[in-house]
Nanobody, 126 residues
């Protein structure tokens, strides 16, 4: 069983920055694929970013160049640094982990991930 706890959300003006954190339980955190997804009101959940155990990173086109995903395996934590925020970034942001290991599934799809956090709200005002 893996528990994921997000923090760092809040209200920020357009152009501002936030850093989200996701603390994970589990002795083998360093081996997990970790991802961030978001869901805006009335919209489907969408992929934001992911980081593999080896450090390779992947981003949605909408956030590329503005968001940075990173991980600190010593702290069992994954981060999402969000810069140049736009009102359209407003959503609940979820951290997710692929613990069972399913490399045949697309890492940009939620089905790849078997554990999810409770979410943290990010609101960007114009």
């Amino acid at each position: 069983q893996v528990q994921l706890v997000e923090s760092g959300g809040g209200l920020v003006q357009a152009g501002g920055s936030l850093r989200l954190s996701c603390a994970a339980s589990g002795r083998t955190f360093s081996s997990y694929l970790m991802g961030w997804f978001r869901q805006a009101p009335g919209k489907e959940r969408e992929f934001v970013a992911a980081i593999k155990s080896g450090g390779s990173t992947y981003y949605a086109d909408s956030v590329k160049g503005r968001f940075t995903i990173s991980r600190d395996n010593a702290k069992n934590t994954v981060y999402l640094q969000m810069n140049s925020l736009k009102p359209e970034d407003t959503a609940v942001y979820y951290c997710a982990s692929d613990v069972r290991g399913s490399p045949w599934l697309n890492l940009k799809q939620g089905v790849r991930y078997d554990y999810w956090g409770q979410g943290t709200q990010v609101t960007v005002s114009s």
